[in-house]
Structures are given as C-alpha cells and as structure tokens.
C-alpha cells in the first residue's frame, strides 16, 4: 500500500482528493494537513509514502513545508498539487525538494498516477511546467555572460585582452590599481573565469576587442 499525506488548506479538497484515493486498491490516506506547518509535524509522525503539497497555505506555505519535510524525512517524494504556475512558487518549492509538479486542474486518475510513478522514483511534471523549464534553460543557453558587466568592466576587459597589466590599466582609465584589482575581481567571477588568460581568450572569442 502506498501511504498518502493531503496538505491543503481547503477542507472540500481534502475530502475529495482521500475520497478518491481511499478507493484505490494500492493506497491509503495517513494523514490529513491544512497548513505547512502541520504538515511537518504530522510528516514526522506516519512517515508518508507521498505527500500531496498544496502551495498558498496560511501559518506555513508549500514551499517553507517543503524544505523543512525533506529536512526531517529521507527522500520524502512531495507531489506539488497546486493552482498556480508563477515562477516565484515554481522554481523555489522546485529548488526545496518537490518532487512532481501538478495544477488542481489534473484529473483524478492523474494524480493517482503521479503517486503511482513516485513510488517508482518517476518524477511527473505539469506540461505547462515542463514548457516554461525548457524556455528557462533555452534563455541561459543563450545569454552571454559578458551581457552583466558593466561599461567599465568591459573596457577594463579589453585592456586585459591586449595584454596590459594593472597598473598600465590605472595609468590609461585614470584610477587606482586597487579599483583596477576590483574590476577584475568582478570580470572573473561574472565570467566564471579563473585568471587573465581566460578572460582574454573569452574577450576576442566574443568579440569584445577591437
């Protein structure tokens, strides 16, 4: 039997989720939740197989429930079950240890299926969810990490790219060589480079030099 925990702060969808699930041969409810922090609480207690997580919740929210059951329990599989998309309840609650993502608008059998195939270690994602993660990996593969330095830093770039040392970069922007030793700091960590010579490769690979 696959042991279930419902966290929603609606009582009418409590009810209809366990009333379906009870139904199921291979299921059972264990427990019921109507906030984050009684889901945590409640988590400890039957040691859910998986946990059905509503995100917008009084007292503690889905998110906050979320990082703070997969502090206390092993492996915890978290099927979000929720009304939203936004990517500031996506990605986070993503980020604390859900494991499926699913809208309320999901069929019965659906997310049946979502707690069948957690069981097995098959993660489900909404289709929308699935959409917006590819458009998000799609928009970093084609950001550039030069894109986030500033005028300064880029012409500080170009210098290093011809080869100048600190101080004949201080002596040509008319600044200090610890401003110029800040500026470089700052070119490598936004590049993700680790010395002169790969900022320089990275400056006429992209062109940033005359």
Known sequence: ??????VDDHEMVRMGLASYLSVMPDITIVAEAANGLEAVRLAQETQPDVILMDLVMDVMDGIEATK????????????????????????????????????????AHEIAEAVRAAMKGEPVLEAKVTGKMLSKMRRAEESKPHESLTAREIEVLRLIAEGKTNQEIADLLHITVKTVKTHVTHIFSKLEVEDRTQAAIYAHRNRLVP
Do not use: H, Q, W
């Open 1 to 6: 039997m696959i042991r279930v925990m419902i």
């Open 68 to 107: 703070e059951i997969c502090c206390v329990m092993e492996n915890p599989k978290i099927i979000v079950l929720t009304s939203f998309i936004d990517d500031d309840k996506l990605y986070p609650v993503l980020e604390a240890g859900a494991f499926s993502y699913l809208l309320k608008t999901s069929k």
